[in-house]
């Protein structure tokens, strides 16, 4: 892709001339003191003074003017000054008593600026101000517009040509985002054939993950898979001191895209316009100006439906939940595509794409480095690489070979460990025993679901592994039991701690929270409780939708309070001695599993299968 933009050179001249006004500047307003400088050079005395000194006959003359009365005195005493002069007081007798002790006096006549001042005074303020505006408009021209332009967006656009176009090819390891991404290239490509049919193209698409992973890359991939234009921006450059100022970049930036249609918009940090309004933690300030920008942006995608020459919008973000549910509506951003850290096979297909950009030499293995690479996002791949072909130029060396590869994690580790992205080696084993436990229990469970996919790369912002569970067939209804295995099934990972570590980690915070939902509900919304019988005991309103407190309770008295209580803390308790039963009866087969996870780090499908196949219930849970 070529740039298309040239960047303003800072212009030099204009500063000079910036200096020189500010000089004749301050030269007026020096000027405009220094009379009075001169003047206060005379002693000033209390105007009770003067006054009797008029009234004692020692005042010869007096010459008055708006701000003050300089006087001179008859004989004035041998050293002291004979000039001396006062601030007048709002006094209409003065005249006359001054006439009654024959005081010589005399008014200044009205103030006559020099020319010059004067002619500064019309010229230099006009001046000042064209000039600020011309560097307003200078500093936010984008491109060859001459005009005065706050408004412009500074968004800079690509044009994808043949040599430098990015395609799908350059992007590796988020296979499903790929997937999602081709449909809308079709859409760019022949917007025709879903227009004929009555099919409505998408106008937004929200790319979901954490930083580096390529979202910026696959946007631009599907530009040049389509070959059309693409516009880049970050959210944040829409966001300026001047409120409004957003929002009409925000209009120019979709005027100018529809001009170049079809094309992608790309916007870059979402959140940075797209924060809820409605949070309680915005600050008063500055929310303003975001709050017209969104409104903007959401106009403007609204606003265009044009047929066959569509404009596509794709944005990123690392946050989505601070977005503005108004932004995730049918019509705005509706598409969501998660672009995760790659896995062992995506770390080893990026690797492979950045290693073939530098020598190297016969003996490197990329599968050993793709091993320990996990939790890298493709940005920290590629940077390894990189770093490491720096290591070994430094070292003198014409390829890079293991060692500066193996160096280079180490470096690129140091870097991300800040960021807590990378589990140590025991952090790591923790985690697998975790997911495995999870997945034995869950597969000995009823209810219906099936353990599709077990893994240990770090994803997403929190989780440190997971265990996919599917549903083999579509289910509207849970019985007890079901319920009662997806309690044991989240227990499972704490309780495969418990078993083969004897200690219990933090891991396990988000399934006690869920298991102890599920408790909750099963006593107090479904009536599943023996003791407390079919009452539902927590009220059901629309709250939980929109985002209230959930499950406000009934009024009940306090010992029914205390016998929920209890059933929510029974049910816990029993799933979770089922699940270490479980585990306990399938001890090997939750380390074999475990180790085999430790070497791949995503066992999934038929392999799955395959070990669970060989899980055992024990006798004594069968309840
Ligand atoms: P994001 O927009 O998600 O923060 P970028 O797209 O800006 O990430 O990625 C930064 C750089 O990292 C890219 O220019 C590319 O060199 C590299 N990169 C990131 N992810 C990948 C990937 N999946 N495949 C190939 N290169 C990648
Ligand atoms: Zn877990």
Redesign the pocket.
Known sequence: MAIRQDENPPNRRFGIINLVLIGLGVLLLVSSFLPNQAIQQVPRVPYSLFINQVDDGAVKRAFITQDQIRYELNNAEEGAPSVLATTPIFDMELPQRLEQHGVEFAAAPPKRPSFITTALSWVVPPLIFILVLQFFARRSMGGAQGALSFTKSKARVYVPDEESRVTFA?????DEAKDELTEIVDFLKTPERYTAIGARIPKGVLLV?P????????SKAVAGEAGVPFFIISGSEFVELFVGAGAARVRDLFEQAKQKAPCIIFI?ELDAIGKSRSGSMGVVGGNDEREQTLNQLLTEMDGFASKDKPVIVLA?TNQPEVLDAALLRPGRFDRQVL?DR?DLS?RRT?LE??AKKVKRSEGVDLDLIAQATSGF???D??NLVNEAALLAARAKRTSVEQEDLNEAIERVVAGLEKKSRVLQPDEKKVVAYHEVGHAIVGHLMPGGSKVAKISIVPRGMSALGYTLQLPTEERFLNSKQDLEGQIATLLGGRSAEELVFGSITTGAANDLQRATDIAEQMVGTYGMSETLGPLAYDKQGGSRFLGGPSNPRRVVSDATAQAIDREVRNLVDRAHDRALAILRGNRELLESIAEKILEKEVIEGEDLKGLLASSVMPQDTVS
């Open positions: 350059d992007v590796a390891g988020v993950g930083p580096g992973t390529g979202k910026t890359l696959l870059d990123a672009v790659p995506g990026i794409i950045y996002a493709g940005a791949l590629a």
